[in-house]
């Protein structure tokens, strides 16, 4: 039963129902105010605090079951979660902006029953703006290698896929407002596939490669290897290839 109602929760959402006109037309639960408008909010201002009540508005005892949420940043709990006839409480939820950035729409979903095999889901959204001194491009791609092109570290590591090849893989990002063209290149025992990239301005693009281990690279032996970085003909910050021979 418990595996039926989180597969239940994941279908909904993700066939995108209307959340919102749900909570208004539950059978079992009201909500008297389910969407909550935060304004703008710094990343850095602290969680904010926010409560929505509501009632149990059929004929019998309801029971809150679980409580649901879409991201680790708007969490909640009910401050009692049997409810008789008419009865009212609170959903106590939390909005932890520090790992957000720009618009948000956030959904707290509830997972009620009468007792008697009726199950019913009712939400709650939060809507606000988080400002941020940052761009998206430096939040999600803090590692700058020049002329605007990001990555989201300074080298890739080596995996070793089902096939027994070492693959590596690593996102570039254009941060800036103009189209650019990127080429990497790197020693032959590296091999790259998705290079070069054409990036549109603010979006991203992945180099994905193998490495060919050389008969000398036994077990146990280290592995680090440059990638040189092109923008437009111009060379950026090189990339580096790590790992281990298992």
């Not at 909904?12 to 037309?25: I, T």
């Not at 710094?42 to 409560?51: N, S, T």
Request: aromatic share 8%; charged share 25%; with cysteine.
């Amino acid at each position: 039963m418990e595996k039926i109602r989180i597969i239940t929760v994941v279908l909904l959402m993700s066939l995108g129902l209307s959340l919102e006109a749900r909570a208004q037309g539950s059978r079992l639960l009201r909500f008297s105010e389910p969407v909550r408008v935060v304004d703008t909010v710094r990343f850095d201002g602290g969680a904010i605090q926010l409560r929505y009540p509501f009632e149990n508005v059929s004929g019998k005892t309801v029971t809150v079951l679980e409580v649901h949420s879409t991201c680790g940043c708007f969490t909640g709990e009910v401050v009692k979660r049997s409810l008789k006839p008419g009865e009212k409480t609170v959903l106590k939820a939390t909005l932890d902006p520090h790992s957000l950035y720009g618009p948000q729409k956030r959904h707290l979903t509830l997972l009620a029953t009468d007792g008697e095999g009726q199950e019913v889901l009712s939400s709650v959204t939060v809507e606000g703006y988080v400002l941020r001194d940052e761009s998206l491009g430096e939040i999600r791609y803090a590692e700058h290698l020049g002329r605007g092109l990001r990555t989201d570290a300074s080298f890739a590591w080596l995996t070793l896929d089902k096939f027994g090849d070492y693959v590596f893989s690593f996102p570039l990002y254009n941060d800036t407002d103009r189209e650019m063209t990127v080429r990497v290149e790197g020693p032959s025992r590296v091999k790259r596939y998705g290079s070069p990239l054409t990036l549109a301005p603010h979006t991203r693009g992945d180099v994905r490669g193998e490495y060919r281990r050389p008969w000398w690279k036994r077990k146990g032996a280290n592995v680090s290897e440059t990638l040189t970085i092109n923008v437009d003909g111009e060379a950026v910050a090189p990339l580096q290839i790590r790992g281990t021979i298992k």
